[in-house]
């Protein structure tokens, strides 16, 4: 059994993902929204590559039913339902229903993985649910870093490390790569203290310039949800175990 | 001052780097090949992006003059003088030659980042000179790893690390971007012993398979070369200081 991490999806190829069993993992915030979602109700999420192609789904999809999420630099797309603040896909607003959600990095991630024989959407939220879980399956493991453009993410890199770092408790022999071995020592490094860590990103100051310091508090709790959500058949619903 | 590292060329556009001050790092084994053939007497090194291309350029200059040196597959190219082992490039092979040089990485990087205003090529042998050199031209810096099969290379994140402490030293107030803070971590937790930590990545493996293993001997050595290999005009050739 080896893990791998991938800092980006930017330069794979949808196929290399075929037979594999992939972890997507975007903190800040598409997969600590899709956890969040699906934890409080949400029938499915639907990731998209492009916002045409989100407007094009909705449309042949029933009105009431159908929710569509997610931003562009880092805002609420004009006529969307609603953003990426994890905290936005509460209860009252997602309960029963399908989201249609594109992000710049995660969604994005998640489609280009869609070939993969198991597919799950991690971050510190179901750490260690998703690392029991991979251990279960004996599998190698892809962690799939959403990244930030096109490029690698300190925060994705730190949650991939922690992750490996669980799931070898299960598995001491645990075949590593270069880039796992990186970030189990990224990890040991920043991920005492996650929300200092996650404030002092780019990408959580820039979250922090445009008003979302609350989504970064929301998404340096750890295991704070057990839920797993998978992907199957172009839509991602929570895990049911066998 | 700022300082970044950016994990590989791959998706980066050449005019990115439009006035920019670059520093390549390939040290298994490109630029290592590069400061020792340049520190052994070579007149200069042509850095070139594809086979075909080094075959071209040979074509037109002085038999005898001009040399090929490269690998494709950690091997030397047929019809090649040289492979790419830091140590066939020798007084005796190089003194006073021009050196058409192709590697899968190293080559290729320092071909992308040509439109810099500054550029250099670094490893081990040189870090500590050129370190120095940046911190006295007070630019903003970009680290280039050549990386790997056009990914994360760990070998070069953790030279680039290296480099950055170094240049601290110089420079106190030096601001990090996240992947500059990431090589400086993967450095202390790995640079300790950089012959073991090369002979056990994976490019390191796939050497020592391939019969390389006195090459990572030779490219674990740190400072044991003052020279800055520069890039102007489409040539490398050694810094001359003012």
């Known amino acids: 059994m080896k893990a791998n991490v991938i800092f980006t999806p930017e330069n794979l190829d949808e196929l290399s993902f075929s037979g594999k069993t992939t972890v997507v993992i975007d903190v800040l915030r598409a997969t600590t ?12 999420i639907i990731p998209v590559a492009s916002v045409e ?23 609420k797309i004009e006529g969307f339902a609603m953003g990426n603040s994890p905290q936005e896909y509460t209860p009252e607003n997602v309960n029963g229903k399908s989201i249609i959600l594109y992000t710049t990095n ?34 190698d493991i892809e962690i799939l870093c959403a990244g ?30 270069d880039t796992a071995k990186a970030c189990i020592i990224l990890s040991k490094s920043f991920g005492r203290n996650l929300l200092k860590m996650l404030m002092e990103t780019e990408h959580g100051k820039l979250l922090i310039e445009n008003g979302f310091e609350d989504d970064i508090k929301f998404c340096s709790k750890i295991n704070n949800i057990n839920s797993i959500p998978a992907f199957n058949g172009n839509v991602i619903k929570l895990l049911v175990k066998e």
Do not use: Y
């Not at 929204?33 to 499915?44: D, H, P, R, S, V």
């Not at 994705?156 to 022999?173: L, N, R, V």
């Open 33 to 44: 929204t899709i956890i969040n979602a699906l934890n409080n109700g949400a029938k499915e």
């Open 53 to 75: 192609f989100a407007v094009k789904v909705s449309g042949g999809m029933f009105g009431g039913l159908t929710l569509l999420g997610g931003e562009r630099n880092t805002k």
């Open 106 to 139: 995660g969604t994005k991630a998640l489609v280009k993985a869609k070939f993969s024989k198991n597919l799950f959407a991690a971050s510190f939220s179901n750490l260690s649910a998703v690392a029991e879980h991979l251990s279960s399956l004996n599998q």
């Open 148 to 177: 930030r453009n096109h490029s690698f993410s300190l925060e994705d890199s730190i949650c991939a490390g922690k992750m490996i770092t669980e799931i070898i408790k299960f598995k001491e022999g645990l075949e590593l790569t």
